[in-house]
């Protein structure tokens, strides 16, 4: 069983940045690839980024690419994404997730999922 809680989301205006946190509580930590993904009113959930707990190795969609940066804390079991540069097509819920090892972008590929905290870019 893993837990995760998300927390860092709020409004911020076009070119902004916020940092969203997932803290993450269970065991075998080290054995899931953790993921950032977010959902926009009527739209599916998508991926944004992930990283490996184990090797830190990193993956992010391109819309995401050179604006966002994920990183960990295997001391605090934390995993961070730090948004610069943002859109309002950025606006979202954001779900931190626990998953595989390998990496993937498929939602159904992560068994362990937060609540979801809210980011709102406004133009």
């Known amino acids: 069983q893993v837990q995760l809680v998300e927390s860092g989301g709020g409004l911020v205006q076009a070119g902004g940045s916020l940092r969203l946190s997932c803290a993450a509580s269970?065991?075998?930590?080290?054995?899931?690839?953790m993921g950032w993904f977010r959902q926009a009113p009527g739209k599916e959930r998508e991926f944004v980024s992930s990283i490996s707990w184990r090797s830190g190795m990193t993956y992010y969609v391109d819309s995401v690419k050179g604006r966002f940066t994920i990183s960990r804390d295997n001391a605090k079991n934390t995993i961070d994404l730090q948004m610069n540069s943002l859109k309002p097509e950025d606006t979202a819920v954001y779900y931190c997730?626990?998953?595989?090892?390998?990496?993937?972008?498929?939602?159904?590929?992560?068994?362990?999922w937060g609540q979801g905290t809210q980011v709102t870019v406004s133009s």
């Open positions: 269970g065991s075998t930590l080290s054995t899931y690839r």
């Open positions: 997730a626990a998953g595989i090892l390998l990496p993937s972008s498929n939602p159904a590929d992560y068994a362990y």
